[in-house]
């Protein structure tokens, strides 16, 4: 599993252990710990789903969830709220803001993950399928293969993480520093032109004599994967 998760949480002890966990899974994971930090986040970034605490500093995880919702840009991303909110008249308000699921705290690391997988299944089922495809380019996230129609493709690790990411969303043109973010992860300082020399890689293993160059560049915006000539 390659997904990202945003976590929103002010817990600094909880939202460590969500990260160790689902980093442990898999999970490509963001922090966030004051809901007034989540719009600016969402204009830069696409989560594949959102891990949200009802309480927190700044605005609430309910009037956030309210506004994804509210926001085409964001309308589609899953939501699950963690809350200490046990009553069902608060169950209800918070799935009828929009939220996909709702754990109540204290909860196991075991049921977040089920849940979290339920809701990815439904909302999003390229982020955890184990194969991926795109045009005559096929994924293998079991075995990290790679192939071409009946070629293998031989790729780096950083080359399979860019591909693996631009399939998820076929058509999506994604701008350098939201693959940086992705791929690199928010802590690493490299330069966007380190995307460029990786997608140039990445385009010489995949490309051969005739074949058409599966991977679109957007001058001004980015990089895309389509399977349309």
Not at 125 to 147: H, Y
Not at 154 to 168: I, K, N, S, T, V
Request: net charge neutral.
């Amino acid at each position: 599993m390659s997904a990202k998760i945003l976590v929103v949480e002010d817990e600094g002890p909880l939202a460590l252990l969500l990260q160790y966990n689902l980093e442990s899974e898999g999970f490509l994971v963001d922090l966030l710990n004051d809901g007034d930090d989540v719009h600016l986040y969402l204009e830069e970034n696409q989560p594949n789903i959102i891990i949200l605490d009802w309480m927190l500093p700044g605005t609430s995880g309910l009037e956030l969830c309210r506004r994804i919702r509210a926001n085409s840009k964001t309308a589609k991303i899953p939501v699950i709220l963690l809350t200490a909110r046990g009553e069902e008249s608060d169950r209800l308000r918070g799935l009828s803001m929009g939220a996909d699921d709702y754990i109540t705290k204290p909860f196991s690391v075991p049921e977040l993950l089920a849940r979290i997988n339920a809701v990815l299944r439904r909302s999003n089922p390229q982020s955890i399928a184990e194969q991926l495809m795109v045009g005559d380019v096929e994924l293998d996230r079991t075995s990290f293969r790679v192939k071409r129609g009946p070629r293998e493709v031989r790729l780096g690790p950083r080359e399979f993480r860019l591909l693996e990411f631009l399939m998820q969303s076929p058509g999506r043109v994604y701008s350098r520093a939201q693959l940086l973010d992705s791929v690199w992860g928010q802590n690493v300082y490299v330069d966007e032109r380190t995307v460029d020399v990786h997608i140039g890689r990445l385009r010489k293993a995949l490309n051969r004599g005739k074949e058409i160059d599966p991977i679109r560049t957007v001058r001004g915006a980015g990089y895309s994967i389509s399977d349309k000539d």
